[in-house]
């Protein structure tokens, strides 16, 4: 049997941590792409552990050279992707349109959106010809709904949708597919650091601190068993169609 290979952004923390996991112990090899930290280093034990092909990908996706040596490296790892989540994410700034500082938003838009482009395009010799690949853009309900004060994410994730859309035309030809799914309200450090900005920043502070307080917020190793059928076996007629977990 052909051994399959996943790259996972943003798989350090959060979602795609668990997601990553939940690849390699169904006996995918990962490539477990975030900053380097202790916390990337754990992860790549633990997915080698069950998938012994797996390894860890240091990279910025703010930094274009980062991203460039990120691609050599998952050379070394793969010939061919099975597929790749395209997870990491960042929600700041947390700032309203008219106060929020030019070089922030820029940033957001480079790791949310730039970022997952930049990385395709280089990674494409890896992707389709026989086997399907499957892309997956973990999406938000904010790609939909305007929200005060997350412009710049709100933005970076309608942005991605229109992505997956885009590459899911261009990916037809080539057995590439892509879809883009919003995971619901994941209890992650992204959600701490939303309950963590300044009320001042923030006029739906409340609303959160509540979805938390009242229990609201779902696990992510429960997502990630939610999302795995999506992301390992979508089909072509799926391809540019976009989920969202609680419709499943
Ligand atoms: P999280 O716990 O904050 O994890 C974010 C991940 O993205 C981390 O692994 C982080 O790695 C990585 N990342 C951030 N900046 C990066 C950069 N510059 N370069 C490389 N990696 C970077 O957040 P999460 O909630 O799991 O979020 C996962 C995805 O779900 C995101 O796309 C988010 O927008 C989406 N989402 C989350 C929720 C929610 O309620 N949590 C709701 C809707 C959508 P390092 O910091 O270690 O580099």
């Given amino acids: 049997m052909t051994e399959s290979c996943y790259l996972v952004t943003g798989a350090s923390k959060g979602l795609g941590r668990a997601l990553a996991l939940l690849l390699a112990q169904n006996g995918n090899n990962v490539l477990a792409l975030a ?15 069950h998938a012994p092909g797996s390894a860890s990908i240091a990279c910025d996706l703010s930094r274009p050279d980062s991203i460039a040596k990120a691609v050599e490296r998952i050379a070394e790892h793969t010939e061919q992707l099975a597929g790749i989540v395209h997870n990491a994410g960042a929600i700041a700034p947390v700032k309203a349109m008219a106060e929020v500082e030019g070089a922030m938003w820029a940033r957001s838009i480079q790791v949310n959106l730039i ?27 904010a790609s939909l709904r305007p929200v005060h004060s997350w412009s710049a994410y709100c933005v970076s994730k309608a942005g991605l949708d ?9 990916g037809r030809a080539v057995n590439i597919s892509s879809i883009s799914v919003a995971p619901g309200v994941v209890d992650t450090g992204m959600q701490r650091e939303i309950r963590s900005v300044p009320p001042e920043d923030f006029p739906s ?3 959160f601190i509540g979805l938390h ?8 190793d429960v997502v990630a068993k939610q999302l795995y059928e999506l992301v390992t076996a979508h089909s072509m007629d799926q391809s540019g169609m976009r989920f969202d977990v609680r419709d499943l």
Wanted: hydrophobic share 35%; aromatic share 2%; proline share 3%.
């Fill in 35 to 49: 900053r380097p930290s202790e916390a990337l280093d754990s992860i790549e034990q633990m997915l080698i552990q």
């Fill in 115 to 141: 970022g997952v482009q930049d990385l395709t395009q280089q990674l494409r010799p890896m992707l389709g010809g026989d086997h399907q690949s499957r892309v997956t853009v973990i999406s938000s309900g």
């Fill in 162 to 170: 229109m992505w997956s859309r885009c590459l899911a035309e261009e």
């Fill in 205 to 207: 502070l409340e609303t």
């Fill in 213 to 220: 307080e009242d229990g609201n917020l779902v696990a992510s």
